[in-house]
């Protein structure tokens, strides 16, 4: 049986399992391809390509010293079932970096070419990102697993495999299933905007449909993912902090070994210092986030009224206002995404169009945003903390953060998203660069509303 959101023991369990959070955010739309999210048993079918059920999960190497265990110890649904240390312990010692081949051992796929394509991305990782698996205790790669999520019932990462594919036959691989999410905040007249953007505004990775014939090369996957990586291996730093690993009873369970040291989780440690003080945003996150009925106020706020918030806040995205477990999440991801690939955070409120199926970037009207939103003075000292707490940020890490980071910048309200993109310093030196997206937008209306979508992690009020 697999384990989901939906399937908790318990409010506290609730509480330790952290979806990326819907963070098939900044890859794919879930469109098209495989069975129509119909999961089958493959029998003795090998690597076909179609969509199969969680429960079918296998080690990835067949020689792997923990194959035995991996599948009975993830697949788990009560606490009560979580395996011993002894069985199964964390990837790290807690004193040394875990190696390609230690991480790879733990590995579950449904479909052989998954644990590929991770193997292949994870030997290009920073040692910052594969000293992060030490905190986790395996990864599962599914057809059916949306959205991405950590969960300390097992200590383990699940990953969408809609980050991974390559070619046509392995797009029939990732299901079509919903995001249980898509419909929270539905009534609410604006929509939030993310784009992890390189330094001239465009998009860090091109993006591709998962509903054509398009193929995509490996270094156009390569960064989403990790991206995604870093965000979830966050996730489990926070509940099972490195130095903490080489003290733990192995004769607890991985959940009850993350409870025996609630005291020192790194979330607490960032709101002690550095707590978001945004009350209405906090309850804007629960209604976008976690499902709650929005009110007749929040349905009518303007989306320059929540910049107002936002600009008097120190989350780096809407976001962070989920949990503050996302919080910190977020903050790191944002840091070491800046620091290893020159990237920025843009993030905006627009209003909702009025036909949300049918919408070009001229609808989307600009209220408030910022570019560069890492860079703001209120957001920058939270995410050097947060990735302390993590990383233990090297040098080069803080160096970069004081001398190369450029500024954060207002974004021109009543401009639409697109035309809002591009700093300020490039727009005056190539004043044609402003309306790239926008025409682009204009040629492929529907390609760019699947963007839209990815673009803009955990944006579930966003057409479907």
Same mark, same amino acid.
């Given at each position: 049986?697999?384990?989901?959101?939906? %399937?908790?023991?318990?409010?506290?369990? !609730?509480?330790?399992?952290?979806?990326?959070?819907?963070?098939?955010?900044?890859?794919?739309?879930?469109?098209?391809?495989? *069975?129509?999210?119909?999961?089958?048993?493959?029998?003795?079918?090998?690597?076909?390509?179609?969509?199969?059920?969680?429960?079918? $999960?296998?080690?990835?190497?067949?020689?792997?010293?923990?194959?035995?265990?991996? %599948?009975?110890?993830?697949?788990? =649904?009560?606490?009560?079932?979580?395996?011993?240390?002894?069985?199964?312990?964390?990837?790290?010692?807690?004193?040394?970096?875990?190696?390609?081949?230690?991480?790879?051992?733990?590995?579950? $796929?449904?479909?052989?070419?998954?644990?590929?394509?991770?193997?292949?991305?994870?030997? &290009?990782?920073?040692?910052? /990102?594969?000293?992060?698996?030490?905190?986790? &205790?395996?990864?599962?790669?599914?057809?059916?697993?949306?959205?991405?999520?950590?969960?300390?019932? *097992?200590?383990?990462?699940?990953?969408?495999?809609?980050? !991974?594919?390559?070619?046509?036959?392995?797009?029939?691989?990732?299901?079509?299933?919903?995001?249980?999410?898509?419909?929270?905040?539905?009534?609410?007249?604006?929509?939030?905007?993310?784009?992890?953007?390189?330094?001239?505004?465009?998009? /860090?990775?091109?993006?591709?449909?998962?509903?054509?014939?398009?193929? #995509?090369?490996?270094?156009?996957?390569?960064?989403? !993912?990790?991206?995604?990586?870093?965000?979830?291996?966050?996730?489990?730093?926070?509940?099972?902090?490195?130095?903490?690993?080489?003290?733990?009873?192995?004769?607890? =369970?991985?959940?009850?070994?993350?409870? =025996?040291?609630?005291?020192?989780? !790194?979330?607490?440690?960032?709101?002690?210092?550095?707590?978001?003080?945004?009350?209405?945003?906090?309850?804007? +996150?629960?209604?976008?986030?976690?499902?709650?009925?929005?009110?007749?106020?929040?349905?009518?706020? &303007?989306?320059?009224?929540?910049?107002?918030?936002?600009?008097? @806040?120190?989350?780096?995205?809407?976001?962070?206002?989920? &949990?503050? #477990?996302?919080?910190?999440?977020?903050?790191?991801?944002?840091?070491?995404?800046?620091?290893?690939?020159?990237?920025?955070?843009?993030?905006?409120?627009?209003? %909702?169009?009025?036909?949300?199926?049918?919408?070009?970037?001229?609808?989307? /009207?600009?209220?408030?945003?910022?570019?560069?939103?890492?860079?703001?003075?209120?957001?920058?000292?939270?995410?050097?903390?947060?990735?302390? /707490?993590?990383?233990?940020?090297?040098?080069?890490?803080?160096?970069?953060?004081?001398?190369?980071?450029?500024?954060?910048?207002?974004?021109?309200? +009543?401009?639409?998203?697109?035309?809002?993109?591009?700093?300020?310093?490039?727009?005056?030196?190539?004043?044609?660069? #402003?309306?790239? @997206?926008? *025409?682009?937008?204009?040629?492929?209306?529907?390609?760019? #509303?699947?963007?839209?979508?990815?673009?803009?992690?955990?944006?579930?009020? =966003?057409?479907?």
């Amino acid at each position: 049986m697999k384990f989901s959101v939906g %399937k908790v023991v318990s409010t506290v369990v !609730l509480t330790l399992v952290l979806g990326a959070c819907s963070e098939r955010d900044d890859d794919q739309a879930i469109v098209g391809g495989g *069975t129509g999210g119909i999961a089958i048993d493959p029998g003795t079918g090998g690597d076909t390509f179609e969509v199969r059920g969680t429960e079918f $999960v296998y080690p990835y190497r067949a020689n792997s010293p923990h194959g035995s265990v991996l %599948k009975q110890c993830i697949l788990i =649904s009560t606490a009560a079932e979580s395996c011993a240390l002894t069985t199964l312990p964390f990837i790290g010692d807690g004193v040394n970096q875990p190696t390609i081949d230690q991480i790879m051992d733990r590995v579950l $796929v449904t479909h052989d070419w998954m644990g590929e394509r991770f193997e292949a991305v994870v030997r &290009t990782a920073p040692d910052d /990102l594969l000293n992060m698996f030490s905190s986790t &205790t395996a990864i599962l790669i599914g057809s059916e697993v949306r959205p991405s999520f950590y969960t300390a019932l *097992t200590g383990a990462i699940q990953i969408d495999p809609i980050y !991974l594919w390559s070619s046509v036959d392995e797009k029939g691989s990732v299901s079509l299933q919903e995001d249980f999410r898509s419909d929270f905040g539905a009534d609410l007249q604006f929509w939030f905007l993310r784009r992890i953007a390189g330094a001239d505004g465009q998009s /860090l990775w091109p993006y591709y449909s998962l509903e054509d014939a398009s193929v #995509r090369p490996f270094e156009d996957l390569r960064l989403p !993912l990790m991206r995604l990586l870093f965000h979830e291996l966050a996730h489990a730093t926070d509940f099972m902090p490195r130095p903490q690993i080489a003290t733990l009873d192995t004769s607890l =369970s991985a959940w009850d070994a993350v409870r =025996s040291i609630s005291d020192h989780w !790194l979330s607490p440690a960032l709101y002690a210092q550095f707590p978001l003080t945004g009350t209405e945003l906090q309850s804007f +996150g629960q209604v976008m986030y976690q499902g709650e009925t929005a009110t007749d106020a929040q349905n009518a706020a &303007t989306p320059a009224q929540l910049g107002q918030f936002m600009s008097t @806040d120190g989350a780096i995205q809407m976001y962070s206002y989920s &949990t503050p #477990r996302e919080d910190l999440a977020q903050l790191v991801e944002g840091v070491v995404m800046a620091y290893y690939y020159d990237s920025i955070v843009n993030v905006g409120f627009t209003n %909702k169009p009025v036909d949300d199926t049918n919408y070009t970037c001229n609808d989307l /009207l600009v209220g408030w945003g910022q570019r560069n939103r890492l860079a703001d003075p209120l957001v920058n000292p939270r995410a050097r903390l947060a990735t302390d /707490l993590v990383v233990n940020m090297s040098a080069g890490m803080v160096s970069y953060l004081d001398n190369t980071l450029s500024d954060a910048e207002p974004m021109n309200p +009543g401009v639409h998203w697109c035309d809002n993109q591009t700093p300020v310093s490039i727009a005056a030196s190539q004043p044609d660069t #402003r309306s790239v @997206d926008s *025409t682009r937008s204009t040629e492929s209306a529907e390609l760019f #509303r699947e963007k839209i979508r990815v673009e803009s992690p955990v944006h579930p009020q =966003s057409p479907k």
